[in-house]
């Protein structure tokens, strides 16, 4: 029986089927739309380092077959054949996409599915349809990924460009014109695929479950039926990737002219109005004369003569940080302290390619529009953003009201969508992104500063005897995105062990595999007499070894 995933969902190939050579059937369509669907060979970087990974109707099949392209059959739009132990060692993720070819949105489509069948049986199984996708013109379906073993996932993530513009965001460069490569003679069948290691019975003729519908013979390794047989000559402009690189003040200076003056001070030739200044009694464009070190006489109007000694009561040059009262720029005096642009040097942005990047330890930066996926955020948290950037209010519903105001795990958030970047901070606290893989947190609200939107999150009780309120609650996060939570000061992270305990007012989160089990140490004797520790209310934690929980220096 086939596994169903859904988006986000990740598993072992090993838990799915222990076979390695493997069929990847894609369906998708909708009405007067027309996909590409390939495959994309990515290096450690998830680049597209070598060209002959890039597996499409142009290119049917890598330089070691380890990825062949077998065309529409068995009631799929589209099929690959996927031979893992042929995979070289530098290909570590193979990105199944598909991208419209001509006009429309991939929120037309019907219902689709991604599927992996192995010794003619169906092993997993990611359905979608076209409600989960808006405007955009391109999806990535699913990945499978090298970690420490091969794996696949079930991404489901919209792509505003087409197919150009995936080849460009995974590094590939875009030739200008490409010609469609001839029919074989003869069609040849789909190769037979080797059955899971270990099998007695004979691999069967083809990989592909048997289909009710009689089976279409692969086409030939060209364009999909209705693709123009070209593609388009001038490519479509896409936007541009504002997340691999910092935000610049001013742009660069082109070849031949000065180069740009360090931030806070004028450029050679201007005063710091940027006006233009000439040498006394020169033209205009002729830069003036550099002044003296402080406390030495100016030159002479001109350049010639002795040089001219300043006015009674007067220095040559006021000194640094005086009021700019002559007809020349200040300048700094040479020996002195850095300049300005050298002491900001070390808060400057830090630029990466990922998608959630901290500024340092209490400000980090999310790039929206690099895979379409919008962020919630605590309202008013945003301290700084740049692109085109929309912020709207995210309500928890009804439901999610009474709940949140009955357990105090209530989150008044907003959700940011676009293509640009956003800052995120509140009141210097510590931030520490979590980066989920289909595993789950447990987080108190408070601690929550924002996470992708795709990440699950629901209320979870704790469940007590002799505490006020009978109970504990808190937030658990869970699926594949990023979490950041913000923390009073720099917290610990410690092992569970039978013997941990933490403050309940100091816990700031714990892995969800953990058993948690309330320590109440009210009693009658404590209230009635004073001198009692004031320590009522503890959590024991238990679990497996891996499990973990994070306490801050601060109660709440």
Known sequence: MAREFQRGHKAKIGDLTAGTDLYVGVQIAGPGL????????LDADERLSDDRYFVFFNQPKTPEESVQLLGAQAGDSESFRVTLDKIPPHIRKLSFTAALDGAGQVSQIGPGYLRIVAGGEEVARYSFTGSEFSTERAVMLGDFYLKDVWRF???????DGGLEALLKNFGGEVAEEAEAPAPPATAQGAPGFAPPSGAAAPAPSFGVPADPAPQQPAPDFGPPQGAPQAPPAAPQPTEPQVHLAPTLAAPPAPPGQQPQA?????APGQDPYGRQQTAPGGFPGQQAPQA???GQPAPPPGGYGPP???PYGQPGQQPPGAPYGGGQAPTVPQGGGPGLGVVLDKYKEAPTGRRWTPQNSKLIRVDLGVDGQPVLARQGSMVLYQGKVDFGYKGAGFRGRIVGNATGQEMQLMRCTGQGQVFFAENSAHVHPIELQGDAICVSADSVLAFDESLQHEVRRIEGHGIPGGALFTMQFQGTGTLVVKTQGTPVVLPVTPTTFADANAIVAWSAGSQVIISSQVSLRRH???????ETVNLQFRGAPGNFIVVQPYEV
């Not at 027309?34 to 060979?41: L, P, R």
């Not at 996932?153 to 792509?159: D, E, I, K, S």
């Not at 009635?528 to 004031?534: K, R, T, V």
């Open 262 to 266: 360090p931030y806070g001070q004028p």
């Open 528 to 534: 009635a007499f004073p001198g009692h520790s004031g």
């Open 153 to 159: 996932a079930a991404v489901g993530q919209g792509f």
């Open 308 to 310: 001219q000694p300043a």
């Open 292 to 294: 003296p070190p402080y």
């Open 34 to 41: 027309t996909f590409d669907i390939s495959c994309f060979g």
